[in-house]
């Protein structure tokens, strides 16, 4: 049984080893996107926004908070007409 030792413990070694490779893959590749957040919203687009492309979303889609800037630039004219 002790010559079968060293053959054991050279498979559990390997998986490691794999495991750990795998597990160094997945974050180079998370950092890769961390790196283009805008090129992965363009590649991912479609798979969100059912088919879309990602130069034919709207500033809205692209931009939740557009619609509160759009609400506030609104506003601000409002009261700028009731002031004058």
């Known amino acids: ?27 180079i590749i998370q950092a ?9 919203a363009i590649h991912q687009a479609p798979n969100y926004y059912n088919g879309t492309q990602y130069s034919q979303l709207s500033a809205e ?11 506030w630039n609104h506003i601000k004219s409002v009261l700028q007409i009731a002031n004058s």
Do not use: H, N
């Not at 049984?1 to 795998?22: G, N, Q, T, W, Y």
């Not at 890769?32 to 992965?40: E, K, L, N, S, Y």
């Not at 889609?61 to 609400?71: I, K, N």
């Open 1 to 27: 049984m002790s010559s079968k030792d060293p053959i054991v413990r050279d498979a559990v070694e390997m998986r490691l080893v794999f495991a750990l490779l795998l597990l160094m893959a997945a974050l």
């Open 32 to 40: 890769c996107t961390a790196f283009d957040p805008q090129g992965a």
């Open 61 to 71: 889609q692209l931009l939740p908070e557009y619609r509160l800037l759009v609400d």
